[in-house]
Structures are given as C-alpha cells and as structure tokens.
C-alpha cells in the first residue's frame, strides 16, 4: 500500500523548487579574481574576447606552406612562437609546424605525409589536389577581439579557464560563493568506524558537500549538533553562513527541534513539507541576519532542513539546496534534461517521485535499493528521475537530475 500523501499543506515539488530558486534571485556580489582561483565559481558578467582566436593566420598541420600552384621551391622553415615571418613569393614553399603563424603570400598548407620532395621541389602526392585556404586556421576563425563568447551567468569549469585564457583574460569577474555550513543533527551518529547497536555511520557528512560546492557553494563547516535544543538553538543563533544546511530533525519526533528553534530565532517558513517521495519532511526557512552578515539586505540568508534518511536528504538537497544556491550563486537556469523511460516508472499515487535510474541505449531504467534510509541505489545512479504522481510510462519523457 501506497504510504500517505504529505496533505494539503506540502508543496508541490515543482513550486517548491521554483520557491527555492526565487529565494536565492538576489545574486552575491562580483569579485575579480585570477584564473586558477575561479575553478567552480559562476561569471558574474559575459566573457568578451580580448583578440582574434586565431590572432593571426596558423597553421592548422606540420608540413609546408606553399605559395600559389606547384610545384614549389623549398626553402626555411617556420616554427610555432616565431614573430617575424619572411613572405612566400609565388612558387615558394616552407617548412611549416601546427600552431605556427602561416608566411604572409602564402594560399595553402600541404600536409607533410602529403608532400615528397627531392630536396629542392616539393610536389602535391595527396588524394585529392591542393585548394587555397586548406589546412589553414585563418585569423579570426573562432571569434573576433571584442565578441562575446558566454553569458553571465555560466559556471566556470576548465573548458572555460582555457577559453578565457586563450582569449587573453588573466582575471575573471565572478560571482562570491555563498557560503554554507552544514549542520549534521542527531546522537545516534558515528564519525568513524563500524556501526554498533542503536548507532549508524554518518553519511551525509561525507556525501552532501560535493553536491553542494558543485552547486557553487563554499562549504566552510561540517559540524555535528547532538539531539539538543539548546545546542541547535544557539548553532543557528551563531551561524553567520549565507545558507545553513541541516540533517534530521524537520518532522515531528520527540527530538526534532528544528521547527522550534526557526521560530524562536525569528525565521520565516517559506517552504514546510514537500510532495515529494523520499524526502517530503524537508523545509526552507529565510533567516535574521547574524553577526557580520548584518550588513547583507534582508531575507539574504537561509536554511535549507533536509531529513535525516540519506535518500531522503539527497532528495531535499536537489529540490530546495540546489536551486537556492545556483540562484545565489548567479547561475543562469539552464533547460531540463530529459530522456525516455525504457520501462515503467514507479511512481507514488499523488506526490512526485524521485528514482534513483541508470542510461540505457532504450532510455532510463530504475535500480533496486532506493528507499528513503538506502545510498546502494543512488551508488550506482547517472541520476535521479522525476517520476510523475502516479508514474511513467515506457517511453514516456521524464527530467533527469544528474549528480556532482
């Protein structure tokens, strides 16, 4: 039998996720920072080339640039780094590297397992004859000094570090990474070792952070908190973290102090329970400012409460943390990835469903091991499908969120 609905007062998951999202809409500010210290952060305005890409006119193999028809007289040769480059006349060849500054006169490049030559002649021995402009990267190929070549808004991964450096950026305008402390509430938990009786390893210690920073994030602290109000209390008090998440303590055990400590600490509720299967005891609170972060505007800090079951946690991770923390990190909101089921999807009778799935050439198939306490299935995920209320079936198109 299908487990209960979260009621009338959950969220839906898409509002929910689009709640999250809206929290976070006014973006951190902008620094300027070196390239090597971007990695992972968000740019805070487009990228513009500083030149040409090429710069100049390259060749685009070794071999020999080669002035008008042959065949041609061979003389020097050019290398990548030189400045000077004598001109070709017509009939002329040189010796030519890839990446080097093709002669100005020159028409073509002649691949070198293309060319024989006798010592002084060089000769066209390719499959098809030699066409003016081949092998050769004319300056200005890629882009123009001045164009842009991505939004604000992108994620800086290495592909754009090369861009930006070949494009002549030595520093980037990037947004500052909101920081996050992570608070891990519960006695019941282990740091190390081999889980007794009445205890379990901690999980989400080691699992959330990455997921997190590969949202933008800078996780400052990982922190356990002891079922005690008065602990958690005062870590909230005392957090000056752009975003504080929490595991555990969001529904309402006998020690889940987590909605009373918001209330006493002046937070506003603006998510309170899900529709989602795992995960629907998760929430999102906007928080007083605290300590140095006073100078921030209101309503620019915010805890994010996940459940304490590690399914369940990843689950209110990738549906309030997740789009919280790419919004305050700037990040622009990308299209959903989507792809067939290859089976029936199961679904819950009326909330979402988040299902650990695998790719296969017919589509997303589901694995086993996915209840809400269970990390086997998510172990061996590419993602998690959003199944609909009442499931999907094969062929339908569902959203995929992928992991870090």
Same mark, same amino acid.
């Given at each position: ?6 009621? $009338? ?19 951190? $500010? ?82 070198? *397992? ?12 390719? $499959? ?44 980037? +305008? ?43 994030? *800078?996780?400052?602290?990982?922190? +356990? ?38 209330? *006493? ?55 309030? +943390? ?60 590419? +993602?998690?499908?959003?199944?609909? $209320? ?8 569902? *959203? ?5």
């Amino acid at each position: 039998m299908a487990a209960p609905s979260t009621g $009338p007062a959950a969220s839906s998951w898409p509002r929910a996720r689009e709640t999250a999202r809206r929290a976070g809409l006014r973006p951190l $500010p902008a620094v300027a920072l070196p390239l090597a210290e971007t990695l992972g952060r968000t740019l805070a305005e487009p990228l513009t080339a500083l030149t040409d890409l090429p710069a100049f006119d390259t060749s685009a193999m070794d071999g020999w640039a080669v002035a008008g028809p042959g065949p041609w007289r061979v003389a020097g040769r050019v290398l990548a780094g030189r400045v000077e480059v004598a001109p070709l006349a017509d009939g002329a060849a040189v010796e030519i590297a890839t990446g080097a500054q093709l002669p100005p006169g020159a028409t073509a490049v002649l691949r070198r *397992e293309h060319g024989r030559t006798d010592g002084t002649l060089l000769r066209d021995h390719g $499959p098809q004859p030699l066409t003016t402009g081949q092998d050769v990267r004319p300056r200005g190929q890629e882009c123009r000094r001045g164009e842009t070549l991505l939004p604000g808004g992108t994620p800086v991964g290495p592909s754009v570090l090369g861009l930006a450096a070949a494009c002549g950026h030595d520093r980037l +305008a990037v947004r500052r990474r909101p920081v996050v402390e992570l608070l891990v509430l519960g006695d019941e938990l282990l740091s190390t070792g081999v889980p007794g009786p009445g205890l379990v390893r901690d999980a989400l210690g080691p699992l959330l952070p990455p997921w997190l920073q590969a949202a933008g994030a *800078e996780v400052a602290d990982v922190r +356990a908190v002891r079922d005690d109000y008065g602990m958690l209390r005062d870590a909230l008090r005392h957090s000056t973290a752009d975003v504080v998440v929490t595991t555990g303590g969001t529904a309402a055990g006998p020690v889940d102090f987590l909605h009373r400590a918001l209330a *006493e600490a002046g937070a506003r509720l603006l998510v309170d329970g899900v529709a989602v299967r795992p995960g629907h005891p998760m929430l999102l609170a906007e928080l007083p400012q605290s300590g140095p972060s006073r100078s921030e505007p209101a309503g620019t800090r915010h805890l994010v409460g996940l459940p304490g079951n590690p399914l369940a946690a990843v689950a209110g991770t990738v549906t309030l +943390a997740l789009p919280l923390l790419h919004a305050r990190s700037g990040r622009a909101l990308g299209a959903p990835v989507l792809a067939p089921a290859a089976v029936v999807l199961p679904g819950h009778s009326v909330d979402t469903r988040l299902l650990p799935v695998r790719h296969t050439a017919a589509g997303v198939v589901p694995l086993a091991f996915d209840g809400p306490a269970m990390l086997r299935g998510l172990a061996r995920a590419d +993602a998690l499908a959003v199944v609909p $209320p009442g499931g999907a079936a094969a062929g339908d198109p569902v *959203e995929l969120l992928e992991g870090p």
